[in-house]
């Protein structure tokens, strides 16, 4: 694989090589050095048209961790003030001796167009797509997915080890691209994925396939749950994979394993938000009496930044016996050492 712009097409033995070799990365960062020569010589790129703390800085030290060299970019301090362009901009690093490019941007595409123009001009940089719009987040699932692995096999994380676990995603489905990498990997791992949101965060597509369901009392009266999710072919592609989705939070938690809880937006909402912030808190946010619902041995996963208080509680976010989050970071430089060595290692 020459770029990562999506987990829509990776396979099951990529997931697997992603995991492995980030599992030998972690243990690397364990010791004292921490650093490995393997791309001695490369330039990392990272450009970030869109604010972040976590991708930029954890991309930037795993190029660091492997004797890459760096450069960081942030358009509000670049000449995209003055009028550049995306790809002059790009092909600017490409002049300096960029090998890959890390990007983020807050439209979708931008990471495919700056790839489709590499690919053009003939030329082998690598890019890595570091969040693309409402698109995907790559390197947030698989690190995400490592996390969790880790957790259940420490010595040998892998794919399979989350089969018929059952995983709630739970917020803001519409703005997030963590969820749409999230529904990749999490369904191909054969784990039964329950999306949980108010329908006016859930892609109108969703929204308009649990309209068409009865959503009845159980016995509990705490409210029932759409049917497995047959989604069109045309439009998502995901169907048949282990998806369902609901209105209520109560069906994606009752016997949960995971839980990862998704930031709201609100950036990216341009109405006024419905449910509000309280309202949502109260139907939506993850709390410890909300955990009961879920295995006892949950854990709860977000990809940060976290809102306190609206999307999870801010006592659970702190709780280490329940609350992955720290983790996440850490998976994070790892995980990206493992993208940046597989894709980089073959250029020098
Ligand atoms: N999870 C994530 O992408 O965080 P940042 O926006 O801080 O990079």
């Not at 699932?141 to 420490?154: E, H, N, Q, R, V």
Request: with cysteine.
């Amino acid at each position: 694989r020459h770029h990562v712009l999506t987990l829509a097409d990776f396979t099951k033995a990529e997931y697997n090589i992603v995991l492995q070799t980030a599992a030998s990365f972690q243990e690397v960062l364990s010791r004292r050095t921490k650093k490995v020569p393997s791309l001695q010589g490369q330039v990392v790129a990272n450009l970030f048209f869109e604010a972040s703390t976590r991708t930029r800085s954890s991309f930037e030290l795993a190029a660091k961790r492997l004797s890459a060299d760096t450069l960081n970019f942030a358009s509000a301090t670049s000449s995209i003030t003055k009028g550049e362009t995306i790809l002059d901009t790009a092909k600017t690093y490409l002049a300096m001796g960029t090998d890959i490019m890390v990007i983020r941007h807050r439209e979708a595409g931008v990471p495919q167009a700056i790839a489709a123009e590499m690919d053009r001009l003939g030329v082998r940089v690598s890019v890595l797509n570091a969040g693309d719009g409402q698109h995907e987040h790559p390197s947030q699932a698989l690190l995400d997915l490592f996390t969790i692995c880790s957790l259940i096999d420490p010595e040998n994380p892998r794919l399979q080890l989350l089969k018929n676990k059952k995983i709630a995603i739970v917020g803001d489905i519409l703005h997030s691209r963590v969820a749409r990498s999230n529904i990749w990997s999490l369904t191909a791992s054969g784990a039964q994925v329950h999306l949980a949101a108010p329908p006016t965060l859930l892609p109108q597509l969703f929204a308009d396939y649990v309209k068409d369901e009865e959503v009845g009392e159980d016995e509990r009266g705490r409210g029932g749950e759409g049917e497995r999710g047959k989604i069109p072919n045309s439009e998502s592609n995901i169907q048949n994979r282990n998806l369902f989705i609901h209105w209520q939070l109560e069906p994606a938690l009752k016997d949960a394993d995971f839980v990862m809880t998704l930031r709201l937006q609100k950036e990216r909402m341009t109405g006024h938000l419905l449910p509000s912030l309280r309202e949502y808190h109260q139907m939506f946010g993850i709390t410890r009496t909300k955990l009961q619902l879920c295995q006892p041995s949950v854990k709860v996963l977000h990809p940060g930044p976290v809102n306190r208080g609206v999307e999870i509680s801010s006592d659970l976010m702190d709780d280490p016996e329940f609350s992955l989050i720290p983790a996440q970071v850490t998976s994070g430089v790892a995980v990206r050492m493992a993208l940046l060595y597989l894709i980089g290692s073959g250029k020098s």
